[in-house]
């Protein structure tokens, strides 16, 4: 939502201004020069990516538009549901949370908290590294080492999509006075007609500039900005369940480990600890 409301003030802000000085709107509807532009750039994005690259961008782009579903409530669900689970495998032992780690859909833990149980990815995180110590077939280290791996994964897989934008960005600046040049070659063949239209054609070569420099540092280069701040915040709702974890499997009491796991949220995301604990107190082992 966000990206429309920028996109929107960009394109307010610039047409606008372009209108207070009595500018032609009309100059600007060029469609050869979006032609030449769009085209190279999706042109040059293909040849550059390989396919199963190019499929994540049709994924990333309508989460981006969703914005980040990551704020206080989701955290103060995530460290509740995390707190529950380590006090029944406090006091169950871990295989008391056997069936909810293998069929969480079921649990009637997990089950309370709907918001995780939707985010399939931070789920799978989660269990996996559950079933390796409650099967014990990990030491903490072990499941430290495995969950930290896949966090890298995951860190590389959101980067592909704002590097490829990023990357088209920087090349759309170039590509306008590609159509620029073309528009002077045009212009060129019509030198011995009138001024009038000399200054058609120059002006519709200049379009090709301000589009392919309003496309990338006003468009293209912040939609790339924002899909990797949305990965730097789905890093951070990973790190939480990684360390609250990684603290319960090495001994920490499950107060504790959620102390550690709160500590790892970004401050303006973070629960105040005045805030989570009197909700933490309610929850009892079944």
């Known amino acids: 939502m966000f990206i429309i409301i ?10 606008g201004g372009f209108l207070m000085i009595n500018g032609p709107l009309g100059a600007l509807i060029q469609p050869s020069e979006f032609v030449v532009i769009g085209g190279a750039a999706i042109g040059s994005m293909i040849a550059a990516n390989p396919l199963k690259m190019l499929m994540q961008i049709t994924k990333a782009l309508p989460a981006a538009l969703k914005g980040s579903p ?4 989701t955290y103060s669900e995530l460290l509740k549901l995390q707190y529950e689970i380590y006090i029944n495998a406090k006091k169950g ?30 789920m799978d995180f989660m269990t996996d590294a559950l079933k390796m110590m409650v099967n014990g077939a990990a030491q903490p280290e072990e499941i430290e080492m495995s969950m930290e791996t896949e966090l890298e994964t995951h ?9 490829i934008l990023t990357r088209v960005s920087d090349s759309l600046p170039g590509l306008g006075i590609v159509a620029a040049v073309l528009g002077i070659v045009v212009t060129m063949q ?9 200054g058609h054609h120059i002006g519709a070569a200049l379009v090709g500039t301000f589009l392919g420099l309003l496309l990338s540092y006003g468009m293209l280069g912040p939609v790339a900005a924002n899909l990797e701040n949305l990965a730097h915040d789905e890093a951070k709702y990973y790190a939480c369940i990684k360390t609250g974890l990684i603290a319960f499997a ?28 009197p909700q933490l107190k309610e929850i009892k082992p079944r």
């Open 6 to 15: 920028g996109i929107v003030i960009v394109l307010g802000c610039v047409l």
């Open 70 to 73: 990551y704020n206080k409530a």
């Open 93 to 122: 032992g871990l295989l008391s949370i056997e069936e909810d780690v293998n069929n969480p859909a079921n649990s009637s833990i997990f089950s309370k908290y709907p918001s995780f149980l939707a985010n399939h990815h931070a």
């Open 155 to 163: 860190h590389a897989e959101g980067a592909i999509v704002p590097a």
């Open 190 to 198: 019509h030198l011995d007609g009138p001024p009038e239209e000399l």
């Open 250 to 277: 090495n001994g920490a009491a499950p107060m504790t480990a959620i102390e550690f796991a709160r500590k790892a949220i970004f401050s303006f995301d973070r629960p105040a600890a005045s805030e989570i604990e």
